[in-house]
């Protein structure tokens, strides 16, 4: 099991850098030496042996609700066509891109969009179709099934069986998911699950064996899912230009020896990439990482003088070692500043001769500078400096505005401080339970419509990045870099997520600035708070019944119900609340009677007697 230090240190380095270089992991066939082949050509080898792989994964990302039976019946009608293009590949039909031959499938076998509801999307074509399909994805999985879970024992007689078909129902199950995850990450986690079944099942303690090898690769999976679905959100609800945005502060931070102009043509690559895997084009996916990391060897001299072993190893263990490789050290003759953006007097007209570009030199030379600073911060200040040329190009005296731009950058910057420095002050002064209780009260609060699940998803994640950062020397970067991807999942990928007036406002109106948007938010006083009969129906289901799952669960959506019930009360009466009903709920669940307990009665009179208790004080 990787120690947990290695892993804080793999996933900042993952959030600080590039996840689309995470690697085109290893097939079951492909060759073991490929430094004398042609990358195109070995890319393309690893995708023609991983036909089956890449055709579970867009089927299972694209019909979520699509059962195993019917996705193997179009991984045979796939295999079937890949044979026949190997063939002769002047045929009609293999002309087709791939991701338009896999919907071309999905659309045409019978009774499967009618099915699954999404003939919709099949009467459609070319873009449009395409869109219909990557909208038709469900982040919220919580209509599946539970995650299908094997004895040790079980689960390696399958394996011994068929280890094909034992994999490819691995990948299935973690595929449908995971709608959002880019197809290397899900192969990568493919191909470590299959090393772990074939080291385990040679041990005598399976069970330990398989716990300990899940825990670095569901970690990498969590980690990279949510990072690729914020930044496709961005994508999808911001466009193009808050997407290079992202990509040049992640760059420029690694490697601040790169110039703008060098910068550029990497940056088409990569926007380019993430058309093709944020649509979920699986194929194209793969091929776009891959140009991504031959460009960036193909300059490794001058872009960092850390990763020229990194690329001389093989696939996949250079992409892994550059993710790895520490950040370059910064030029010795770069000045703390570049005094080209705050005291030049021709600022305005050299932003007005292309923004776009002068913007995104800005926002990497103030990255390359400031590389402890987090991406979102970047991107705040990158803000802050567009408003303000917007404010000064305006007056009469330009130079004199401007000029004080620094002080503008620091001020963010310090906000921003303070919010992290706040949450890690929590991490330290509450225990475990307690802070996830805070941030559940939190997002119950600023979004009640969500569901129960996805409440207590929140706040565990919240929780997860404090502990993964608050006792980091990175402390800043990391916190507001895992922080910034729970609200990405709180607000979702598709424009069309919808939870309430003033959480839309944060997710859709400023990317950089939704942290401290969220921070701002009070409890929603539009939202139809459940009547008394629904908190105690939710009562007696929970705790009136018996359970297997841990007590905690329990007490968790019992105060999601208790916020949305009573959102206005202080956060004193509400541990009051939460403490007795809890208690009494413990002692119900054992009690002859257990709904006696939990009438409206019942309920009444524990406010009454609060209330009473609170005009004594």
Request: proline letters at 4%; charged letters at 25%.
């Amino acid at each position: 099991m990787w120690p947990l230090f290695y892993l804080n240190m793999k996933l900042l380095n993952f959030i600080g850098f590039i996840f689309f270089l995470f690697s085109l992991t290893e097939s079951l066939a492909l060759p073991t030496k490929l430094q004398d082949v042609d990358r195109f050509k070995a890319t393309q080898k690893f995708i023609n042996e991983n036909t089956a792989y890449l055709t579970i994964i867009a089927v299972a990302q694209y019909v979520q609700e699509a059962s195993f039976d019917e996705v193997e019946m179009l991984v045979k009608v796939m295999m079937d066509y890949r044979d026949r293009c190997w063939a002769d590949e002047t045929l009609p039909e293999c002309s087709k891109i791939a991701n338009k031959a896999i919907q071309d499938m999905i659309c045409a076998m019978e009774g499967l969009p009618q099915k699954h509801n999404f003939s919709h999307c099949c009467s459609k074509t070319d873009l449009a179709r395409r869109l219909c399909f990557f909208y038709n994805k469900k982040a919220n999985v919580g209509f599946l099934p539970p995650f299908p879970t094997l004895d040790p024992e079980e689960k390696c007689q399958a394996y011994k069986n068929n280890s094909e078909s034992f994999l490819y129902l691995y990948m299935y199950e973690v595929a449908r998911r995971h709608p959002f995850a880019f197809s290397p990450v899900l192969l990568t986690v493919a191909s470590w699950f299959e090393e772990a079944a074939a080291t385990c099942c040679e041990q005598q303690e399976k069970a330990s064996c398989f716990q300990d090898k899940a825990a670095p690769i569901t970690q990498y999976l969590k980690a990279s899912s949510s990072y690729q679905r914020n930044v496709c959100g961005a994508l999808i609800k911001f466009g193009p230009k808050v997407l290079n945005s992202i990509n040049i502060a992640v760059f420029s931070k690694k490697f601040p020896r790169i110039g703008f102009k060098d910068l550029t043509p990497l940056l088409e690559d990569v926007s380019t990439m993430y058309d093709g895997c944020c649509e979920g084009d699986v194929v194209q996916c793969i091929r776009s990482q891959s140009q991504v990391m031959n460009h960036i060897c193909s300059k490794r001299d001058f872009i960092s003088s850390k990763i020229k072993e990194c690329c001389e190893k093989e696939t996949p263990e250079s992409e892994d070692c550059i993710i790895n490789a520490n950040k370059e050290d910064k030029p010795e003759d770069l000045s703390p500043r570049e005094p080209k953006f705050t005291d030049s007097g021709n600022m305005c007209q050299e932003r007005d001769s292309n923004q776009d570009d002068f913007f995104a030199e800005f926002t990497h030379e103030y990255s390359r500078r400031h590389n402890e600073l987090s991406t979102p911060q970047l991107l705040r200040i990158s803000k802050v400096y567009k408003d303000l040329l917007e404010d000064c190009c305006s007056r009469e005296s330009p130079p004199g505005c401007y000029r004080h731009a620094e002080d503008k950058f620091n001020e963010t910057t310090e906000k921003s401080f303070a919010m992290v420095q706040q949450e890690c002050k929590h991490f330290q002064e509450l225990e475990k339970d307690a802070l996830q209780l805070h941030y559940l009260v939190k997002f119950t609060k600023a979004a009640p419509q969500l569901s129960t699940e996805e409440l207590i998803s929140l706040s565990k994640e919240m929780v997860a990045a404090l502990a993964s950062c608050c006792t980091l020397s990175e402390e800043f970067a990391c916190v507001d870099d895992l922080a910034d991807l729970v609200l990405g999942e709180l607000c979702g990928v598709n424009e069309n997520r919808t939870i309430n007036p003033a959480v839309d406002h944060c997710c859709k109106t400023d990317f950089a600035f939704r942290r401290h948007c969220f921070e701002r938010l009070e409890a929603d006083t539009s939202y139809a708070l459940p009547s008394v009969s629904a908190l105690t129906s939710a009562l007696r289901a929970d705790w009136c019944q018996a359970h297997d799952e841990d007590l905690q669960n329990r007490k968790h959506r019992f105060m999601v119900n208790l916020v949305k019930w009573m959102p206005e009360i202080t956060n004193e009466e509400r541990r009051c609340l939460f403490t007795k009903f809890t208690a009494a709920g413990e002692k119900c669940s054992e009690a002859q009677e257990p709904e006696a307990c939990f009438r409206p009665e019942g309920l009444k009179s524990g406010n009454e007697s609060q209330a009473a208790n609170k005009k004594k004080r």
